[in-house]
């Protein structure tokens, strides 16, 4: 059974950091794109950032850009979002999601993956 699991959620002050995990069981994530998701109370599920299969190619959305890292640990199967210098503009709901068809890069859509985890929640409030 594919599944995945974030981890790493939780309460911090503005500017601090946390790291999320997506962790990979029933299949491998080497080949697979991956991408991190968020979704705030009362909007729509939005691409935060992704990374490809082969060559690590990276994508962030503006809002995160300079902030999160995203990186792939493929001996573990699995992928981190490092967050940095948090906002409370940062709360929500975070998702990480597989794309089995992309390789050489990835996409930021929704609809683009076809395997999601359960969710995480980050608050960053004081």
């Known amino acids: 059974q594919l599944q995945l699991v974030e981890s790493g959620g939780g309460l911090v002050q503005p500017g601090g950091s946390l790291r999320l995990s997506c962790a990979a069981s029933g299949f491998t994530l080497d080949y697979y794109a991956i991408g991190w998701f968020r979704q705030a109370p009362g909007k729509e599920r939005e691409g935060v950032s992704c990374i490809s299969s082969i060559d690590g190619n990276t994508y962030y959305a503006d809002s995160v850009k300079g902030r999160f890292t995203i990186s792939r640990d493929n001996a573990k199967n699995t992928v981190y979002l490092q967050m940095d210098s948090l906002k409370p503009e940062d709360t929500a709901v975070y998702y990480c999601?597989?794309?089995?068809?992309?390789?050489?890069?990835?996409?930021?859509?929704?609809?683009?993956?076809?395997?999601w985890g359960q969710g995480t929640q980050v608050t960053v409030s004081s």
């Open positions: 999601a597989a794309d089995q068809y992309r390789r050489y890069y990835c996409s930021g859509y929704v609809s683009s993956y076809d395997y």
